[in-house]
């Protein structure tokens, strides 16, 4: 049974800097790793999607690797903006037929 | 196309009262998920449907959670008998089959008193 891990549970920067939030996964035959950002009571914003083929994707100042034979992703924030304060999850699908699996995210504060 | 739609968006009742959500996804989309997601916590996965089949459903689905797809559009999830640890946001998300994204609803939230 894939399970997903999110370290650290919550973050606290100062604005501009960098910084990297890591996901581990038990199960590395993976299908695609995607990251979402989900605001406080809010559903969940696709950020960057990643096949299994694949090393890394960007968007902007949103950078995600991922190593699967470790079974591991990194989502690496430049610049950090209070914009950016909301909860990072991360999530593994194993195949097209079966349902994403999240991790518990990570909650971001950017402080101005 | 305005996303995957979720109604109501907030729903408030006491233990025991049946409480029903729909979802709305995105018209050409043929797959949906239901996913249920408690404070603190990821998303955790219910129920999914192709077109109008409902291909899988978690353990967490008890008999009291019931959730259809009639014509293969819309979807609705219904929980009887309410009990307070039902309390949760309950997600939506769709996608064509053979694509990679899912596009995730607001979410309807669920408290029991």
């Known amino acids: 049974k894939q399970e997903v891990t999110q370290i650290p549970a919550a973050l606290s920067v100062p604005e501009g800097e960098n910084l990297v939030l890591n996901c581990s996964f038990t199960?590395?035959?993976?299908?695609?790793l995607q990251w979402f950002r989900q605001d406080p009571g809010k559903g969940l914003t696709s950020l960057l999607l990643i096949q299994s083929s694949q090393r890394e994707q960007t968007s902007g100042r949103l950078n995600a690797s991922l190593d699967k034979s470790s079974g591991r992703s990194t989502l690496y924030i430049a610049a950090s903006q209070p914009g950016d304060s909301a909860t990072y999850l991360c999530a593994v699908l194993n195949s097209g037929n079966t349902p994403l699996v999240f991790g518990k995210g990570t909650r971001l504060s950017v402080i101005a | 196309d305005t996303g995957v739609s979720q109604n109501p968006r907030h729903k408030i009742t006491k233990r025991g009262q049946n409480v029903t959500f729909r979802c709305d996804p995105i018209?050409?989309?043929?797959?949906l998920y239901w996913y249920r997601q408690t404070l603190g916590q990821g998303p955790e996965f219910l129920t999914y449907f192709q077109n109008e089949a409902q291909l899988e459903k978690s353990r967490l689905l008890s008999d009291r959670f019931s959730a259809e797809r009639p014509k293969g559009s819309f979807s609705t999830l219904e929980i009887q008998r309410t009990e307070q640890g039902d309390s949760a946001m309950y997600l939506c998300?769709?996608?064509?089959?053979?694509?990679?994204?899912?596009?995730f609803g607001a979410g309807s939230r669920l408290t029991v008193l």
């Open positions: 018209s050409e989309h043929n797959r």
């Open positions: 199960d590395s035959a993976i299908y695609n």
């Open positions: 998300a769709s996608r064509k089959a053979g694509a990679n994204v899912l596009t």
